[in-house]
């Protein structure tokens, strides 16, 4: 039975992979009075008094708000938030099990921007931080950045940032590996929406210089009307080569490929006309842009996809856990750059350089060390960049 056929049987068997399960016992009278009325008035009577107090008096601390249109469902599109609430209930999973997150899913049922802003600004109140996930491109830029503006707790958009930040990981271990410098890199992005933008935008804090990043109709330029603000923004600061053309063509001699875009857009004729000992970074889910064993076959010296079945599996679920955990554990009022910097490099630093090897540049999901190395490194940039309200 392959996996799909296996996790169709699971989520019916589970009708749901998380419940609410109480952390206190209700055995007593006094119990119920304790935990519910009358005793209950006091910390609501301390909260009216101090609204931090909120983080203190009840699960806030620890609770996160996973949040979809349901537009943007893995390589799946616009299937709506009823068809992805399997994947919200996945990250709610992976929240718990990988960084002990309380993470509740919830699907809005519009695409409305001002509408998902208002909503997610009237619930925050209850929450410790917010989630954003599989939201379409350009409007999930605009909505994190409205609620970056105006709320005073984490919202982090995963699609972007976390995939940017294992991206970064795996690539400064490749490099590592191939002996080159980030300022020579020739790296090339395929897929500009939420991902490919923040991908190009984050690698430059690394001394990554030259970048490259194509759509379906070819490399971004400055003088394509039909860009939207933030493609336009990113084309301008890219292809410093000034190269026209397709993907094909901005694949020429280069060192990279990181493909956040979809399946069998990248052909073997594609990666031999890269420079030698090439890294591929191809992630488009669940069909990728050049298949794991075609790449190898092609001579790429590197490849990563984002499947579990091969090696190298570049995924956001390296990063999100231990990053809220990180920043719930000192109640930072954002994830900042610093922040997405340092969990990067402790993702990186999680495979020592002895370890090192074309198939083990970024460590597997399932270790809880590299959870925990990721928000202690999270803690301790909330705390020098003055945005921990704890310590």
């Known amino acids: 039975m392959d996996v799909k056929k296996k996790s169709l049987l699971l989520h019916e068997r589970l ?50 708000a996973v949040i979809t249109d349901g537009t943007a469902i893995l390589g799946l599109g616009d299937i709506g938030p009823e068809a992805g609430m399997p994947v919200m209930e996945g990250k709610a999973l992976l929240f718990k099990t990988f960084g002990s997150v309380d993470a509740i899913p919830l699907g809005l049922k519009t695409k409305d921007t001002d509408e998902i802003v208002k909503t997610i600004q009237t619930i925050a109140c209850s929450f410790g931080g ?46 590592k590996l191939s002996g080159r410098q980030p ?4 790296v090339v992005i395929n ?19 030259h970048i490259t990043v194509c759509d379906k109709l070819g490399i971004l330029s400055p003088d394509d009307s039909r860009l939207n603000h933030y493609q336009h923004e990113v084309a301008l600061k890219t ?14 001699n280069a060192d990279v490929f990181i493909g956040v875009s979809g399946p069998h857009c990248v052909t ?34 590197i490849v990563g996809t984002g499947s579990s079945k091969y090696p190298n599996q570049i995924n956001n679920v390296l990063a999100f856990p231990g990053i809220f955990r990180g920043a719930l554990d000192v109640n930072a009022s954002e994830i900042n750059l610093d922040m997405m ?15 090192l090897s074309p198939t083990n540049i970024i460590p597997q999901a399932i270790q809880l060390s590299v959870h925990q190395a990721v928000a202690s490194a999270v803690k301790r940039a909330a705390v020098a960049t003055n945005v921990a309200r704890v310590q």
């Open 15 to 64: 009708k749901g992979k998380i419940e609410v399960k109480p952390r206190v016992k209700i055995r007593t009278m006094e119990d119920l009075s304790v935990a519910y009325t009358p005793g209950v008035a006091e910390p609501c009577l301390a909260i009216a008094n101090d609204v931090s107090l909120s983080y203190l008096y009840t699960r806030r601390h620890n609770l996160v």
């Open 130 to 175: 917010i989630n954003l996930e599989d939201i379409a491109a350009p409007r999930c830029f605009d909505i994190e950045k409205r609620l970056r503006q105006t709320l005073d707790i984490p919202v982090f958009h995963d699609d972007q940032h976390g995939t940017a930040i294992v991206v970064a990981a795996a690539l400064i271990n490749a490099i």
């Open 183 to 186: 300022n020579q890199l020739r």
């Open 191 to 209: 897929g500009a929406g939420a991902a490919g933008i923040t991908i190009a935008k984050f690698l430059g804090q690394f001394g990554i210089q």
């Open 239 to 252: 292809n410093p080569a000034s190269i026209k053309g397709t993907l094909s063509d901005a694949l020429q």
């Open 268 to 301: 073997k004729e594609m990666i031999r006309s890269m420079d030698p000992y090439p890294i591929v970074f191809s992630m488009a889910n669940p069909i990728p842009e050049i298949a794991y064993e075609d790449a190898k076959d092609a001579g790429a010296f």
């Open 341 to 355: 910097k340092a969990a990067a490099v402790a993702l990186a630093n999680s495979v020592p350089e002895k370890e």
